[in-house]
């Protein structure tokens, strides 16, 4: 019989908290934490915003030695599965060797790599410090994670930019599935605040330009949005084998019941036509949890807020869920709180997914007012809303043309 | 500042040890914990702050608090 795979501990520090509960919390009330960006001089970009993570001091988690020697987003995945670790009681309850950690980014290590070129620029490439590389690979954090944790199992980083996260969660389950681990530290982390970090991004004209109101400048499916919101953070699961779960009697957030991964096979940055490789995500996903889409509850969507994303991710649904029942259902992207918080996006999504099924709540797309013309479904603008869940899916997507949806369920017991 | 005390500032600031630590006779590996790569960025470190630059070979014998310090006063540095 086929496994079944549980949620058992949840991590993540982002722009609305440095812990799930205050994350959740926020996002549950539609408390943006997008600000003027402050880790870079903003002055040259057309985008002026982010949703960078407030009152965060690497020296409250790390040693000062460990602080200098890792990458911000490697930090933010530390101390995501700090969290998470601590959070699912595995500690001394499960063997070393049988516990993985898959933990991707969309980008690594920017900072380190900005910094260091730098250096070999002005002062010469002997002077480019010897932990230049093992800083900036955008591997490290789950190797930094696996020796930070004492987890000895399968151990790698899947880099599909936006969706690296939502993968890290697939693959993850489906390697707990096969007998490769019995638990797994699944996410992603992201540091992207830099020059060329967010130069880029601007380039692409893909970034919110709102820049007098930063706390609405994230709007999915709104008709006056512009661009997504960048943003930072870390978020991590433990998934685990349901049995061993039951056997040290953890505590359960959710099923991960399925998953469904495809390729536009499109364009490097546009969603295919009508959200065509999405839909099929979301169908693979809902056919992988053997389920239909009339039990479909709820759609944590990418919801970026960009014009394309957002008009063909709703033509994705309607798609992959049929027309009528995609209008029935509630979809909302927390987007609209935290940013776009790239290579950590589909895991805090998964997050807030798991937490709206255990509780019984669907959080809102906050900043919603206008729905644009096309986009109308029932994204649940403004305010949270309460309904009895039992299945949700949580879109991810990345430049390369990457869809990723995992199926959650409410734990029901045995 | 003394040399002593500008090395011992170095290597506080790189392996973040603790200043009793520093003594002439403490090993860069088994007394301060540096591994191999801790110890090519003291290297640089030195050489940053003294404005030298130290082959690899003569690198490689500088195990030791006391060795730095006499190696640079051996360069005509107090």
């Known amino acids: 019989m086929r496994k079944r795979i549980v949620i058992t501990g949840v991590g993540a520090i982002s722009p609305v908290g440095l812990a799930v509960p205050e994350s959740w919390k926020n996002v549950l009330a539609g408390r943006s934490g997008v600000r003027r960006m402050t880790l870079v ?28 020697r890792t990458d911000r ?16 009681g595995l500690e001394g309850n499960i063997s070393p060797e049988r516990l993985g950690v898959i933990v991707g980014s969309g980008i690594g290590g920017i900072t380190t790599l900005e910094r260091e070129h730098k250096v070999a620029m002005e002062r010469g490439v002997r002077r480019i410090n010897p932990f230049f590389c093992p800083m900036m690979i955008s591997n490290i954090a789950a190797g930094r994670v696996g020796i930070d944790i004492g987890a000895k199992g399968l151990n790698f980083a899947t880099v599909t930019a936006c969706a690296s996260s939502g993968h890290a969660i697939a693959i993850a389950a489906d390697m707990i599935r096969l007998g490769r681990a019995d638990a797994i530290l699944a996410g992603g982390s992201e540091a992207p605040m830099t020059l060329t970090g967010v130069g880029g991004f601007c380039a692409l004209k893909a970034l919110s330009t709102r820049n007098d109101d930063p706390e609405t400048s994230s709007r999915p499916f709104d008709r006056d949005r512009d661009g997504f919101v960048i943003a930072e953070g870390g978020a991590v699961v433990i998934l685990e084998d349901l049995e061993h779960a039951l056997n040290r009697g953890a505590e359960i957030y959710a099923e991960l019941a399925g998953s ?4 536009d096979a499109y364009h490097i940055t546009a969603p295919a036509e009508g959200g065509e490789g999405s839909a099929r995500a979301m169908k693979l996903a809902m056919e992988d949890a053997g389920i239909v889409p009339e039990q479909v509850d709820y759609i944590n969507a990418h919801g970026t807020s960009t014009k394309l994303n957002d008009i063909n991710e709703t033509m994705a649904i309607k798609a992959a869920l049929g027309e009528e029942i995609a209008k029935r259902i509630m979809v909302s992207s927390t987007k609209s709180v935290t940013g776009h918080m790239l290579g950590a996006a589909g895991a ?29 479904l029932d994204y649940v603008p403004g305010k949270a809303r309460k309904a009895e869940l039992t299945y949700a899916l949580s879109n991810s997507l990345g430049f390369g043309g990457h869809n990723v949806t995992l199926t959650l369920k409410k734990y029901m017991g045995e | 500042m003394s040399l002593e005390n500008r090395v011992a500032e170095i290597i506080i600031d790189k392996l973040g040890v603790k200043p009793e630590q520093v003594t002439p006779e403490a090993q860069f590996d088994t007394d301060l914990g540096a591994d191999s790569i801790d110890q090519y960025e003291l290297i640089m470190g030195f050489e940053d702050a003294f404005g030298l630059r130290i082959d690899e070979d003569e690198a490689t014998k500088l195990t030791t608090v006391g060795k730095v310090v006499n190696y640079l006063k051996e360069k005509g540095l107090d």
Do not use: H
């Open chain 1, 260 to 263: 469904g991964m495809t390729c």
């Open chain 1, 73 to 88: 987003y490697t930090q933010f995945a530390m101390i995501a599965s700090r969290e998470a670790f601590a959070d699912s």
């Open chain 1, 41 to 68: 001089d903003p002055e040259e970009f057309p985008s002026q915003i982010a949703g960078e993570v407030k009152n965060f001091d690497p020296l409250d988690y790390l040693d000062p030695k460990l602080a200098k």
């Open chain 1, 348 to 376: 805090i999504e998964a997050i807030f997914t798991s937490f709206a099924l255990r509780d019984g709540i669907v959080p809102p797309t906050a900043t919603l007012i206008n729905p644009d013309e096309g986009c109308d």
